[in-house]
Nanobody
């Protein structure tokens, strides 16, 4: 079983930046696509970004294109989400995920999930 450990969430003002990190357990079965999802109070879980196992392909939700960047360090088995120009509507619990499916924006693709980290953006 793959375990994912997240860090980097917090409270920032609108226009600020945060970088989230998600480290996978060292012994894994792959290759895995990795992704970030978010869920705000009273809202459905929403796809944010995904990256292929070799880092060669990425996908983003329209709401974050141009502001967020997903990347991964294969040697460290870690995925990052750099979030710039944050808006109050970005406030949510962010979770990282790993899976071997073929639809990167669908939650059902992912078999393993992190614990979630809170991102709060004040206006």
């Amino acid at each position: 079983q793959v375990q994912l450990v997240e860090s980097g969430g917090g409270l920032v003002q609108a226009g600020g930046s945060l970088r989230l990190s998600c480290a996978a357990s060292r012994r894994t079965f792959g290759p895995y696509t990795m992704a970030w999802f978010r869920q705000a109070p009273g809202k459905e879980r929403e796809f944010v970004a995904a990256i292929s196992y070799n880092g060669g392909a990425t996908a983003y939700a329209d709401s974050v294109k141009g502001r967020f960047t997903i990347s991964r360090d294969t040697a460290k088995n870690t995925v990052y989400l750099q979030m710039n120009s944050l808006k109050p509507e970005d406030t949510a619990v962010y979770s990282c995920a790993a899976g071997v499916g073929v639809a990167p924006s669908r939650a059902s693709t992912y078999s393993y999930w992190g614990q979630g980290t809170q991102v709060t953006v004040s206006s």
